[in-house]
């Protein structure tokens, strides 16, 4: 233990010798031994062995409260209040200030610094209470907030609403949107059909259908486009027999596939506008009879129909159409669109449209329903939108095909069925 204490020679290690008694003794007076002296205020010899640990113990607190340190100097500034020196005077006054403040520190004197604590301040700063995510309730802006902007309004999702279901047709429901495309010889075809923001309001079934079907193989092959709108108020009502009358239109042509190829290589369109409108004119009248079945009243006009024909041999670029009833037939060429709906659509009572339509490489034929024709017919910027959309050289994918026949604002009240043929 005496080894270990007298390694020690720094001035700063005097209260440990204060208090354990190494290194006292007579040399510590004359500066032998330890190589440093007691404190002011203690005898030169320290503490005898006499001495209990409590004494020193109390000693050396009486001798650091005196405010003194090795070698006898002052261990800082007093407390706050009239600054004295360890005896008691007055300290002298601070060199800067002119005030009272403790003497300069001698050689290998430590000072310590005194300092006036702040009084404590309430802090305008409240932590806002833990709130579980999700569920937040609303709270007064803090002044850490700034201006508190007004919460948005929270608005319901325009969802459509589901149609009622019939119990008699639940293994064929009625889909808001139907999408299609495929590749047929020297054309690529798309074809929508989708319900109007009307139909959605009231909930009801869309009430326009259309068939894209191929009939034959080699050279006669034959592909059928057809698109039909039902004539009754009732969704439900008018989907039926738009669907009854591209049907029919796909049972007429299959039975007649190969004559109907024939006569379009051949280039003969008499006989195809003859054949074509018998046919229309039997198969609408058979319609008609199953009015009551369709649930419409009986020896009503059941739906119009409008159908395009196109050969597979890529050698025969004739087109052939043929409607009843109302609708468009519209061609995009050169940037621009063009009306083709037949002028002699005949007499009101047997409203038969027929036509003959060359198909050139990078020609847009338009098959449509009355709730796309409308538009494109009336709305300017409808018509060039989706005039620039279809001019690229490649047809577009169906996702693009469905999202540029969405008319705006009013347009957009009908179905909307459309097939679009591109000539490559």
Known sequence: MEQQGAGRGREDDWWWRELYGEGSGAGGEDGEGSGTGPPAGTSAGGTDASDTLDERIESVLRTMGQGQGPGGGATGAPLPGTARDPAGRPAPEHPASGGPGPAAPGPGE????????????????????????????????????????????????????????????????????????????????????????????????????????????????????????????????????????????????????????????????????????????????????????????????????????????????????????GGGLFRLRHGGWEDLEPADAGPPTAPFRFRAVPGRPGDVLLLCGTGLAEPLSGDPDFAARLAAAWS??????????????QPRGAGDAKDRTAVGVWES
């Open 110 to 325: 430590l000072t310590l610094r005194s300092f006036e604590p702040r009084p404590w301040e309430p802090s305008s700063w409240e932590p806002r209470p833990w709130e579980p995510p999700g569920r937040s309730a609303p709270r007064a802006a803090g002044p850490l907030d700034g201006a508190a902007a007004p919460a948005p309004a929270v608005r319901a999702p325009d969802t459509p609403a589901f149609p009622e279901a019939e119990p008699d047709a639940l293994a064929d429901p009625v889909p808001d949107t139907v999408l299609d495309g495929a590749r047929f010889g020297p054309v690529a075809v798309r074809a929508v059909s989708q319900r109007g923001a009307d139909v959605h309001r009231r909930g009801d079934v869309r009430g326009e259908a259309y068939l894209t079907a191929r009939f034959g193989a080699g050279r006669n092959a034959l592909f059928l486009v057809a698109v039909a709108t039902g004539r009754s108020t009732t969704g439900a009502v008018a989907h039926r027999a738009a669907r009854a009358a591209c049907a029919w239109a796909g049972g007429a042509v299959d039975r007649n596939a190969t004559r109907l190829a024939q006569d379009l290589r051949a280039g003969r369109r008499d006989a195809l506008r003859a054949g074509l409108q018998r046919l229309t004119d039997r198969g609408f009248g058979a319609l008609r009879g199953r009015a009551a079945e369709l649930g419409m009243p009986a020896g009503a006009h059941p739906a119009a129909l409008r159908c395009l024909l196109l050969p597979a041999d890529p050698q025969c670029r004739t087109r052939v159409f043929f409607a009843v009833g």
């Open 392 to 405: 690229a050289p490649a047809p577009p994918d169906l996702a693009g095909f469905l999202a540029a026949v």
